[in-house]
């Protein structure tokens, strides 16, 4: 009998969106220092990615309008990439005045969610995107590019899959080199997220290499949604220490994937991350006081009832 999981990748790169995208959506500020702190221990622990940022307006997100300040503090381990979120031109001159080598870059596939997150529609969002591209190709910058909202929007509901398709073309023609197709608000199931790749790799010729996939787990589905993406070849999963975040524009929204959910699946399949679990589990131990609630990681919150 052929296993079921016979066509899964033999090793998957985890990208830690914990300090970025998992802290922009907690309430209690945290001190620039335990930032730092945090990425340093996740990038210890092996992660090939510590997203540390964004260079988005103070105003829009307090919580990280420390982030030159964080990134002058980290010291850079060789091996992890550090990427950073910008919005715009002036984003992009303040990440890199602030030793940013690494950039990614945010749109939606719905019009509604566009308008709410970042006040433009998606053409003025994929307008403003194309010179910050152009100054990462000058400085040999690469640029990833998230898509929001690709399975559901909390404005708009179902979002029809040819709109994510449309807008991850563009961002790929403008130089993009990695998307990562986001369910912002948790609605996704595992025979969607397969119709979804299938879009985008079979009548989209996108390469699979090229497509990551960002999961929130509202309603429980993250890792089953994760076991699909892998089924159809994807090799790229974001993920956040301890389940932190979700989304500030999206009501409702829970939080990300947690690393350490991701991370235990993963080594029980026999699949490959290079990452220490248990660093991992420190990471999130150490931040968690300065969060005012319990991290959702079923990991975590398994190992810390067994303490």
């Known amino acids: 009998m052929v296993s079921p999981f016979a066509r899964l990748p033999r090793s998957v790169r985890v990208v830690e969106v914990g300090p970025r995208d998992g802290l922009q959506n907690e309430k209690a500020l945290v001190p620039t220092e335990q930032k730092i702190r945090f990425i340093q221990m996740l990038a210890g622990a092996g992660l090939p990615v510590v997203e540390a940022t964004s260079f988005v307006s103070p105003r829009a997100i307090p919580q990280l309008s420390d982030a030159s300040d964080v990134m002058s503090g980290i010291t850079r ?16 001159e303040r990440a890199l005045a602030a030793g940013a080598r690494a950039i990614a ?10 308008r709410h997150n970042i006040n433009a529609t998606i053409a003025e969002s994929l307008a403003n995107f194309r010179p ?19 399975f559901g929007c909390p404005y708009e509901g179902r979002v029809e899959t040819r709109q ?20 912002t608000i948790g609605v996704a199931t595992p025979n969607q997220v ?13 390469p699979v290499e090229q497509i990551a996939v960002h999961f929130h787990d509202t309603r429980g589905t993250a890792l089953a949604n994760v076991l699909a993406a892998l089924q159809s ?3 790229i999963v974001d993920s956040s220490a301890g389940g932190l975040g979700g989304c500030p524009y999206a009501p409702g929204a829970a939080g990300n994937l947690a690393t350490e959910d991701l991370l235990y ?8 991350t290079g990452v220490d ?9 150490f931040i968690a006081p300065y969060l005012g609630h319990m991290p959702t990681s079923k990991y975590y919150q398994a190992a810390m009832a067994s303490v």
Request: hydrophobic residues 50%.
């Open 194 to 206: 397969i119709d979804v790749i299938g879009l985008f790799t079979e009548e989209g010729n996108i």
């Open 132 to 150: 910050v591209v152009a100054m990462a190709q000058r400085e040999g910058v690469p640029v990833r590019g998230y898509i929001s909202t690709v």
């Open 277 to 285: 679990l248990e660093k991992v589990l420190e990471a999130t131990s």
């Open 233 to 235: 070849g994807i090799s």
């Open 105 to 114: 870059v945010f749109t939606a596939a719905s019009e509604s969610f566009t």
């Open 265 to 272: 699946m993963l080594r029980g399949m026999g699949i490959e």
């Open 77 to 92: 381990l060789a091996t992890p990439s550090y990427p950073v979120l910008v919005p715009n031109v002036k984003g992009m």
């Open 164 to 183: 994510a398709l449309d807008v991850a073309q563009d961002l790929l023609a403008m130089g993009i080199s990695e998307l990562s197709l986001g369910d």
